[in-house]
Protein backbone atom coordinates (compact mmCIF):
# COMPACT_ATOMS: atom_id res chain seq x y z
CA UNK A 1 0.00 0.00 0.00
CA UNK A 2 2.79 2.64 0.65
CA UNK A 3 3.97 4.47 3.74
CA UNK A 4 0.58 6.13 5.44
CA UNK A 5 1.05 10.28 5.71
CA UNK A 6 -0.63 12.46 7.65
CA UNK A 7 -1.06 15.52 8.51
CA UNK A 8 0.12 16.40 12.31
CA UNK A 9 -3.29 19.61 12.37
CA UNK A 10 -5.43 16.09 12.01
CA UNK A 11 -4.39 13.35 14.27
CA UNK A 12 -5.97 12.28 17.53
CA UNK A 13 -3.38 11.65 20.01
CA UNK A 14 -5.62 9.00 21.54
CA UNK A 15 -5.09 7.19 18.64
CA UNK A 16 -1.48 6.42 18.88
CA UNK A 17 0.30 3.96 21.30
CA UNK A 18 3.74 5.16 20.73
CA UNK A 19 5.41 8.64 18.99
CA UNK A 20 8.70 8.12 17.31
CA UNK A 21 10.66 11.21 15.90
CA UNK A 22 13.05 11.26 12.93
CA UNK A 23 12.43 8.24 10.83
CA UNK A 24 16.24 7.69 9.85
CA UNK A 25 17.29 4.20 10.90
CA UNK A 26 16.86 4.73 14.44
CA UNK A 27 13.09 5.66 14.34
CA UNK A 28 12.31 3.68 11.36
CA UNK A 29 13.52 0.52 12.58
CA UNK A 30 11.63 1.21 16.16
CA UNK A 31 8.69 2.41 14.55
CA UNK A 32 8.47 -0.61 12.69
CA UNK A 33 9.07 -2.77 15.39
CA UNK A 34 6.62 -1.41 17.97
CA UNK A 35 4.09 -1.63 14.99
CA UNK A 36 4.48 -5.22 13.72
CA UNK A 37 5.80 -7.04 17.17
CA UNK A 38 4.19 -4.50 19.16
CA UNK A 39 1.08 -4.15 17.82
CA UNK A 40 1.42 -0.67 19.02
CA UNK A 41 -0.35 1.82 16.65
CA UNK A 42 2.47 4.19 15.78
CA UNK A 43 2.99 7.96 15.01
CA UNK A 44 6.39 8.79 13.82
CA UNK A 45 7.23 12.75 13.27
CA UNK A 46 9.97 13.57 10.79
CA UNK A 47 11.07 17.91 10.16
CA UNK A 48 12.16 16.62 6.88
CA UNK A 49 9.91 16.31 3.76
CA UNK A 50 10.95 12.74 3.29
CA UNK A 51 11.40 10.07 5.10
CA UNK A 52 14.99 8.42 5.57
CA UNK A 53 16.83 10.58 7.90
CA UNK A 54 20.66 10.89 6.44
CA UNK A 55 20.05 7.71 4.21
CA UNK A 56 17.71 9.04 1.73
CA UNK A 57 18.60 8.57 -1.82
CA UNK A 58 16.79 9.99 -5.06
CA UNK A 59 17.79 10.60 -8.61
CA UNK A 60 19.08 13.71 -9.77
CA UNK A 61 18.40 15.61 -12.59
CA UNK A 62 20.74 12.97 -15.26
CA UNK A 63 18.87 10.04 -13.63
CA UNK A 64 21.68 9.04 -11.37
CA UNK A 65 20.52 7.64 -7.87
CA UNK A 66 22.14 10.02 -5.64
CA UNK A 67 22.41 10.04 -1.18
CA UNK A 68 21.43 13.67 -0.16
CA UNK A 69 23.46 13.77 2.81
CA UNK A 70 26.74 12.20 2.67
CA UNK A 71 27.29 7.79 0.95
CA UNK A 72 26.64 6.11 2.80
CA UNK A 73 27.81 2.23 2.31
CA UNK A 74 26.45 -0.55 4.81
CA UNK A 75 28.68 -2.98 6.00
CA UNK A 76 28.44 -4.71 9.49
CA UNK A 77 29.50 -7.85 11.52
CA UNK A 78 26.18 -7.98 13.21
CA UNK A 79 24.55 -10.55 11.79
CA UNK A 80 20.93 -9.46 13.14
CA UNK A 81 21.05 -5.97 11.82
CA UNK A 82 21.79 -7.09 7.94
CA UNK A 83 19.39 -9.56 8.38
CA UNK A 84 17.23 -7.31 9.27
CA UNK A 85 17.56 -4.94 6.16
CA UNK A 86 17.75 -7.77 4.30
CA UNK A 87 14.17 -8.20 5.04
CA UNK A 88 13.40 -4.73 3.18
CA UNK A 89 15.29 -4.95 -0.04
CA UNK A 90 17.76 -7.45 -2.45
CA UNK A 91 21.08 -6.29 -1.94
CA UNK A 92 24.07 -5.93 -4.22
CA UNK A 93 27.61 -6.89 -2.84
CA UNK A 94 29.68 -3.68 -3.03
CA UNK A 95 33.00 -3.74 -1.25
CA UNK A 96 33.86 0.00 -0.67
CA UNK A 97 37.38 1.04 -1.93
CA UNK A 98 38.53 4.66 -0.95
CA UNK A 99 41.86 5.92 -2.62
CA UNK A 100 44.02 9.35 -1.21
CA UNK A 101 44.95 11.18 -3.56
CA UNK A 102 48.45 12.38 -2.39
CA UNK A 103 49.60 15.34 -4.76
CA UNK A 104 48.43 13.52 -7.99
CA UNK A 105 49.28 9.66 -6.98
CA UNK A 106 47.12 7.23 -5.77
CA UNK A 107 47.48 5.97 -2.40
CA UNK A 108 44.69 3.11 -0.54
CA UNK A 109 42.82 4.24 1.85
CA UNK A 110 43.31 3.01 5.00
CA UNK A 111 47.03 2.70 4.55
CA UNK A 112 48.46 -0.85 3.84
CA UNK A 113 50.88 -2.28 2.23
CA UNK A 114 50.01 -1.36 -1.11
CA UNK A 115 50.41 2.30 -0.39
CA UNK A 116 54.00 1.09 1.40
CA UNK A 117 55.26 0.10 -1.96
CA UNK A 118 53.42 3.28 -4.01
CA UNK A 119 54.95 5.67 -1.01
CA UNK A 120 58.36 3.99 -0.14
CA UNK A 121 58.91 2.11 -3.04
CA UNK A 122 59.49 -1.84 -3.36
CA UNK A 123 62.71 -1.89 -1.66
CA UNK A 124 62.65 0.10 1.07
CA UNK A 125 58.22 -0.91 1.74
CA UNK A 126 59.49 -4.55 2.14
CA UNK A 127 61.72 -3.20 4.70
CA UNK A 128 59.29 -1.58 6.49
CA UNK A 129 56.53 -3.78 6.26
CA UNK A 130 58.96 -6.52 7.93
CA UNK A 131 58.77 -4.25 10.67
CA UNK A 132 55.47 -3.53 10.90
CA UNK A 133 54.92 -7.38 10.99
CA UNK A 134 57.56 -8.05 13.46
CA UNK A 135 56.01 -5.33 15.68
CA UNK A 136 51.88 -5.88 15.60
CA UNK A 137 51.61 -9.10 13.65
CA UNK A 138 50.67 -9.37 9.78
CA UNK A 139 47.15 -8.78 8.94
CA UNK A 140 46.99 -6.47 11.81
CA UNK A 141 45.53 -3.05 11.73
CA UNK A 142 47.26 -0.47 14.52
CA UNK A 143 45.22 3.03 14.73
CA UNK A 144 47.83 6.01 14.00
CA UNK A 145 47.83 6.83 17.75
CA UNK A 146 49.28 3.55 18.25
CA UNK A 147 52.20 3.44 15.59
CA UNK A 148 53.20 7.32 16.48
CA UNK A 149 53.55 6.29 20.07
CA UNK A 150 56.69 3.65 18.91
CA UNK A 151 60.02 4.55 19.48
CA UNK A 152 61.65 2.55 16.94
CA UNK A 153 63.22 4.95 14.01
CA UNK A 154 61.84 2.82 11.05
CA UNK A 155 58.58 2.81 12.52
CA UNK A 156 58.51 6.76 13.55
CA UNK A 157 59.02 7.12 9.91
CA UNK A 158 55.89 5.14 8.59
CA UNK A 159 54.49 6.88 11.07
CA UNK A 160 55.30 9.98 10.30
CA UNK A 161 54.44 10.07 6.68
CA UNK A 162 50.97 8.48 7.57
CA UNK A 163 50.65 11.33 9.90
CA UNK A 164 51.27 14.11 7.34
CA UNK A 165 50.06 12.75 4.23
CA UNK A 166 46.93 10.79 5.39
CA UNK A 167 45.66 12.39 8.48
CA UNK A 168 46.86 15.71 9.49
CA UNK A 169 45.12 17.77 7.09
CA UNK A 170 42.14 15.85 5.72
CA UNK A 171 41.48 15.92 9.70
CA UNK A 172 42.07 19.67 10.31
CA UNK A 173 39.50 19.77 7.08
CA UNK A 174 36.50 17.89 8.89
CA UNK A 175 36.90 18.54 12.35
CA UNK A 176 38.86 21.94 12.23
CA UNK A 177 41.27 20.09 14.55
CA UNK A 178 44.30 18.57 14.18
CA UNK A 179 44.46 14.48 14.94
CA UNK A 180 45.89 14.27 18.55
CA UNK A 181 43.24 17.05 19.28
CA UNK A 182 40.20 14.68 17.88
CA UNK A 183 39.24 11.85 20.03
CA UNK A 184 41.32 9.22 19.26
CA UNK A 185 38.69 6.68 18.52
CA UNK A 186 37.81 9.00 15.47
CA UNK A 187 41.07 8.39 13.70
CA UNK A 188 40.68 4.92 14.83
CA UNK A 189 37.92 4.22 12.83
CA UNK A 190 40.53 4.39 9.72
CA UNK A 191 43.50 2.42 11.09
CA UNK A 192 46.67 1.44 9.19
CA UNK A 193 46.29 -2.11 7.87
CA UNK A 194 49.57 -4.30 7.61
CA UNK A 195 47.95 -6.49 4.47
CA UNK A 196 47.07 -6.16 0.56
CA UNK A 197 43.52 -5.67 0.95
CA UNK A 198 42.52 -2.66 -0.51
CA UNK A 199 38.88 -2.69 1.06
CA UNK A 200 38.03 0.31 3.19
CA UNK A 201 35.87 -2.03 5.54
CA UNK A 202 36.35 -6.32 6.23
CA UNK A 203 33.20 -6.47 7.67
CA UNK A 204 31.45 -10.00 6.91
CA UNK A 205 28.42 -7.98 5.47
CA UNK A 206 28.59 -5.34 3.21
CA UNK A 207 26.72 -3.92 0.20
CA UNK A 208 24.13 -1.50 -0.98
CA UNK A 209 20.10 -1.65 -1.27
CA UNK A 210 19.88 -2.57 -4.97
CA UNK A 211 17.14 -0.54 -5.52
CA UNK A 212 18.99 2.51 -3.14
CA UNK A 213 17.74 3.24 0.45
CA UNK A 214 14.51 5.37 0.14
CA UNK A 215 12.84 2.49 -0.98
CA UNK A 216 14.20 0.06 1.74
CA UNK A 217 12.46 2.80 4.30
CA UNK A 218 9.39 2.89 2.01
CA UNK A 219 9.15 -0.88 2.81
CA UNK A 220 10.13 -0.58 6.23
CA UNK A 221 7.37 2.34 7.48
CA UNK A 222 4.65 0.63 5.13
CA UNK A 223 2.41 -0.77 7.57
CA UNK A 224 -0.91 -0.75 8.74
CA UNK A 225 -0.28 0.91 12.09
CA UNK A 226 1.95 3.35 11.24
CA UNK A 227 1.16 7.25 10.31
CA UNK A 228 4.19 9.23 9.26
CA UNK A 229 3.24 13.64 9.76
CA UNK A 230 6.46 14.91 7.74
CA UNK A 231 7.67 18.60 7.72
CA UNK A 232 6.74 18.53 11.45
CA UNK A 233 9.30 19.53 14.32
CA UNK A 234 9.34 17.92 17.32
CA UNK A 235 9.09 21.08 19.27
CA UNK A 236 5.51 22.02 17.32
CA UNK A 237 3.97 18.51 19.55
CA UNK A 238 5.51 18.32 21.95
CA UNK A 239 5.48 20.49 25.59
CA UNK A 240 8.03 19.88 28.31
CA UNK A 241 6.81 19.79 32.09
CA UNK A 242 9.13 19.70 34.43
CA UNK A 243 9.30 19.40 38.15
CA UNK A 244 9.96 22.54 39.15
CA UNK A 245 11.14 25.75 37.20
CA UNK A 246 14.71 24.99 38.54
CA UNK A 247 17.01 24.66 34.83
CA UNK A 248 18.28 21.87 35.54
CA UNK A 249 14.82 20.10 36.86
CA UNK A 250 13.75 16.92 35.91
CA UNK A 251 11.23 16.16 33.14
CA UNK A 252 7.57 15.46 34.82
CA UNK A 253 6.16 14.60 31.66
CA UNK A 254 5.67 14.95 27.75
CA UNK A 255 2.72 16.48 26.59
CA UNK A 256 1.27 16.11 23.30
CA UNK A 257 -2.49 18.39 22.27
CA UNK A 258 -2.19 19.70 25.84
CA UNK A 259 -2.78 16.15 27.54
CA UNK A 260 0.33 14.04 28.93
CA UNK A 261 1.28 11.08 26.47
CA UNK A 262 2.30 8.03 28.35
CA UNK A 263 3.54 5.59 25.79
CA UNK A 264 6.78 5.37 24.64
CA UNK A 265 8.34 8.48 23.07
CA UNK A 266 11.21 7.44 20.86
CA UNK A 267 13.44 10.92 19.94
CA UNK A 268 15.99 10.59 17.48
CA UNK A 269 16.60 14.25 17.28
CA UNK A 270 19.50 16.50 18.80
CA UNK A 271 18.66 16.39 22.62
CA UNK A 272 19.92 20.02 22.93
CA UNK A 273 17.43 21.08 20.63
CA UNK A 274 14.86 19.49 22.53
CA UNK A 275 15.72 21.50 25.50
CA UNK A 276 16.29 24.73 23.80
CA UNK A 277 19.63 24.52 24.08
CA UNK A 278 19.39 25.34 27.99
CA UNK A 279 23.12 24.28 28.96
CA UNK A 280 24.08 25.62 25.99
CA UNK A 281 24.69 24.06 22.56
CA UNK A 282 25.97 20.72 22.47
CA UNK A 283 29.04 21.56 19.34
CA UNK A 284 28.81 19.42 15.88
CA UNK A 285 30.14 19.40 12.49
CA UNK A 286 27.86 20.14 9.51
CA UNK A 287 28.91 19.46 5.74
CA UNK A 288 28.28 21.12 2.19
CA UNK A 289 27.71 18.68 -0.79
CA UNK A 290 28.91 20.18 -3.88
CA UNK A 291 27.19 17.61 -7.20
CA UNK A 292 28.67 17.61 -10.32
CA UNK A 293 27.58 15.87 -13.37
CA UNK A 294 29.70 15.04 -16.50
CA UNK A 295 29.29 13.32 -19.45
CA UNK A 296 31.60 10.22 -19.02
CA UNK A 297 31.16 6.60 -17.64
CA UNK A 298 33.23 7.53 -14.94
CA UNK A 299 35.54 10.38 -13.17
CA UNK A 300 36.92 8.47 -10.67
CA UNK A 301 39.31 5.28 -10.16
CA UNK A 302 36.90 4.09 -7.70
CA UNK A 303 33.93 4.96 -5.05
CA UNK A 304 35.50 7.56 -3.16
CA UNK A 305 38.66 9.62 -3.04
CA UNK A 306 40.33 11.45 0.30
CA UNK A 307 41.81 14.60 -0.66
CA UNK A 308 44.52 14.08 2.10
CA UNK A 309 46.75 16.94 1.26
CA UNK A 310 44.85 19.47 -0.89
CA UNK A 311 42.23 20.86 -1.62
CA UNK A 312 39.33 22.82 0.52
CA UNK A 313 36.81 19.75 0.15
CA UNK A 314 37.67 15.95 2.03
CA UNK A 315 36.49 14.07 -0.36
CA UNK A 316 35.03 13.16 -3.93
CA UNK A 317 32.41 10.18 -4.27
CA UNK A 318 31.42 8.81 -7.10
CA UNK A 319 27.90 6.99 -6.80
CA UNK A 320 27.79 5.10 -9.41
CA UNK A 321 30.58 2.62 -7.97
CA UNK A 322 28.42 2.44 -4.96
CA UNK A 323 24.82 1.65 -7.10
CA UNK A 324 26.31 -0.19 -9.67
CA UNK A 325 24.07 1.99 -11.88
CA UNK A 326 25.02 1.97 -15.63
CA UNK A 327 24.42 5.44 -17.32
CA UNK A 328 26.79 7.30 -20.05
CA UNK A 329 26.88 10.13 -17.46
CA UNK A 330 28.00 10.34 -13.92
CA UNK A 331 27.49 12.23 -10.68
CA UNK A 332 30.19 13.22 -8.02
CA UNK A 333 29.73 14.93 -4.65
CA UNK A 334 32.37 16.75 -3.28
CA UNK A 335 32.07 17.01 0.57
CA UNK A 336 32.78 20.37 2.54
CA UNK A 337 33.27 20.52 5.99
CA UNK A 338 31.66 23.01 8.22
CA UNK A 339 30.91 24.10 11.90
CA UNK A 340 27.82 23.66 12.90
CA UNK A 341 26.69 27.62 13.63
CA UNK A 342 22.91 27.77 12.72
CA UNK A 343 20.58 25.13 13.35
CA UNK A 344 17.71 26.95 10.93
CA UNK A 345 19.88 26.43 7.88
CA UNK A 346 22.33 23.71 9.00
CA UNK A 347 22.28 19.59 9.31
CA UNK A 348 24.31 18.41 12.54
CA UNK A 349 26.16 15.87 10.62
CA UNK A 350 28.61 14.82 13.48
CA UNK A 351 29.10 14.61 17.20
CA UNK A 352 32.19 15.96 18.10
CA UNK A 353 32.61 12.95 20.66
CA UNK A 354 35.46 13.36 23.60
CA UNK A 355 35.06 13.52 27.51
CA UNK A 356 33.70 16.97 27.43
CA UNK A 357 31.07 17.28 25.35
CA UNK A 358 30.36 13.85 26.71
CA UNK A 359 29.81 15.44 30.21
CA UNK A 360 27.99 18.54 28.72
CA UNK A 361 25.98 15.93 26.79
CA UNK A 362 24.94 14.14 29.94
CA UNK A 363 23.58 16.86 31.33
CA UNK A 364 20.73 16.98 28.68
CA UNK A 365 20.67 13.02 29.28
CA UNK A 366 20.25 13.83 33.13
CA UNK A 367 16.82 15.50 32.25
CA UNK A 368 14.93 12.93 30.50
CA UNK A 369 16.13 10.05 32.96
CA UNK A 370 13.09 10.13 35.22
CA UNK A 371 10.87 10.01 32.71
CA UNK A 372 10.51 6.45 31.95
CA UNK A 373 8.53 6.64 28.42
CA UNK A 374 11.05 8.86 27.35
CA UNK A 375 13.77 6.62 25.05
CA UNK A 376 16.75 9.05 23.08
CA UNK A 377 18.27 7.04 20.43
CA UNK A 378 20.63 7.05 17.48
CA UNK A 379 23.26 9.68 16.16
CA UNK A 380 21.65 12.52 17.36
CA UNK A 381 19.93 11.92 20.52
CA UNK A 382 22.44 9.63 22.14
CA UNK A 383 25.40 11.94 20.77
CA UNK A 384 27.71 9.42 19.37
CA UNK A 385 29.60 8.44 16.39
CA UNK A 386 27.58 5.35 15.06
CA UNK A 387 27.31 3.36 11.63
CA UNK A 388 24.05 2.65 10.46
CA UNK A 389 24.41 -0.91 11.58
CA UNK A 390 24.91 -0.32 15.23
CA UNK A 391 22.06 2.14 15.34
CA UNK A 392 19.87 -0.58 13.09
CA UNK A 393 21.28 -2.90 16.44
CA UNK A 394 20.49 -0.41 19.18
CA UNK A 395 16.94 0.16 17.95
CA UNK A 396 16.29 -3.58 17.89
CA UNK A 397 17.45 -3.79 20.93
CA UNK A 398 15.26 -0.81 22.48
CA UNK A 399 12.32 -2.88 21.22
CA UNK A 400 13.02 -5.51 22.21
CA UNK A 401 13.03 -3.87 25.96
CA UNK A 402 9.66 -2.06 25.09
CA UNK A 403 7.75 -4.88 23.40
CA UNK A 404 9.69 -8.19 24.02
P1 LIG B 1 19.48 10.25 11.13
O1 LIG B 1 19.65 9.45 9.92
O2 LIG B 1 20.16 11.59 11.23
O3 LIG B 1 17.91 10.48 11.34
C1 LIG B 1 17.39 11.39 12.26
C2 LIG B 1 16.06 11.90 11.70
O4 LIG B 1 15.42 12.68 12.71
C3 LIG B 1 16.25 12.79 10.49
O5 LIG B 1 15.38 12.38 9.47
C4 LIG B 1 15.89 14.18 11.02
O6 LIG B 1 15.32 15.01 10.04
C5 LIG B 1 14.90 13.84 12.11
N1 LIG B 1 14.83 14.87 13.15
C6 LIG B 1 15.88 15.40 13.81
N2 LIG B 1 15.44 16.33 14.68
C7 LIG B 1 14.09 16.38 14.57
C8 LIG B 1 13.09 17.17 15.19
N3 LIG B 1 13.39 18.07 16.12
N4 LIG B 1 11.80 16.99 14.81
C9 LIG B 1 11.48 16.06 13.86
N5 LIG B 1 12.40 15.29 13.24
C10 LIG B 1 13.70 15.45 13.59
N6 LIG B 1 27.09 4.97 8.41
C11 LIG B 1 27.45 3.80 7.84
O7 LIG B 1 27.17 2.73 8.40
N7 LIG B 1 28.08 3.76 6.61
C12 LIG B 1 28.39 4.90 5.93
O8 LIG B 1 28.96 4.84 4.84
C13 LIG B 1 28.04 6.16 6.52
N8 LIG B 1 28.34 7.30 5.89
C14 LIG B 1 28.02 8.48 6.48
C15 LIG B 1 28.37 9.66 5.81
C16 LIG B 1 28.07 10.88 6.38
C17 LIG B 1 28.46 12.15 5.68
C18 LIG B 1 27.42 10.93 7.64
C19 LIG B 1 27.10 12.26 8.27
C20 LIG B 1 27.06 9.77 8.30
C21 LIG B 1 27.36 8.53 7.73
N9 LIG B 1 27.02 7.34 8.35
C22 LIG B 1 27.37 6.14 7.78
C23 LIG B 1 26.29 7.32 9.64
C24 LIG B 1 24.77 7.28 9.43
O9 LIG B 1 24.34 8.43 8.75
C25 LIG B 1 24.10 7.20 10.80
O10 LIG B 1 24.53 6.05 11.49
C26 LIG B 1 22.59 7.16 10.67
O11 LIG B 1 22.09 8.24 9.94
C27 LIG B 1 21.98 7.20 12.03
O12 LIG B 1 20.59 7.09 11.95
P2 LIG B 1 19.69 7.96 12.91
O13 LIG B 1 18.30 7.53 12.66
O14 LIG B 1 20.24 7.93 14.28
O15 LIG B 1 19.91 9.47 12.45
N1 LIG C 1 40.76 10.21 8.29
C1 LIG C 1 41.84 10.90 7.76
N2 LIG C 1 42.20 10.66 6.48
C2 LIG C 1 41.56 9.75 5.70
C3 LIG C 1 40.47 9.05 6.23
C4 LIG C 1 40.09 9.31 7.55
O1 LIG C 1 42.42 11.75 8.44
O2 LIG C 1 41.94 9.59 4.53
C5 LIG C 1 40.38 10.48 9.70
C6 LIG C 1 39.55 11.76 9.80
O3 LIG C 1 39.80 12.35 11.05
C7 LIG C 1 38.15 11.21 9.71
C8 LIG C 1 38.27 9.94 10.53
O4 LIG C 1 39.58 9.43 10.20
O5 LIG C 1 37.20 12.12 10.24
C9 LIG C 1 37.23 8.88 10.30
O6 LIG C 1 37.17 8.61 8.91
P1 LIG C 1 35.88 7.94 8.25
O7 LIG C 1 36.19 7.66 6.82
O8 LIG C 1 35.42 6.83 9.10
O9 LIG C 1 34.83 9.15 8.33
P2 LIG C 1 33.28 9.24 7.92
O10 LIG C 1 33.08 8.36 6.73
O11 LIG C 1 32.53 8.82 9.12
O12 LIG C 1 33.14 10.69 7.62
Redesign the pocket.
Known sequence: MGVRYCDFKDIDRGDFDAVV???????GVVARELAERGGQRVLV????SHIG???YDEADDAGILVHR???????TNDKRAFDYVRRFTEWRDYQHEVLADWYGTYLPVPFNKNSMEIAFGKEKAARLTEKLIETFGDERKVTITELRAQDDPELSEIADFIYKNVFLYYTQKQWGLTPEEVDPSVTARVPVFVSRDNRYFQDAYQGMPAEGYTPLFERMLDHENIQVCLD????NVFELEFESSDESAPLSAILIKSAPFEGPIVY???LD??FLSRFGRLPYRS?DFVYETHDAEHMLPCGTVNFTVTEDYTRITEFKYLTGQKSDKTTIMK?YSRSYDDPKRQIP??AIVGDENAAHYERYRELTKSLPNFHPL???AEYRY????V?IGRALALADELVG
Open positions: VGSGFAGIEKRGNMYGPHIFHTEAETGPELLEYYGRLYNMDI
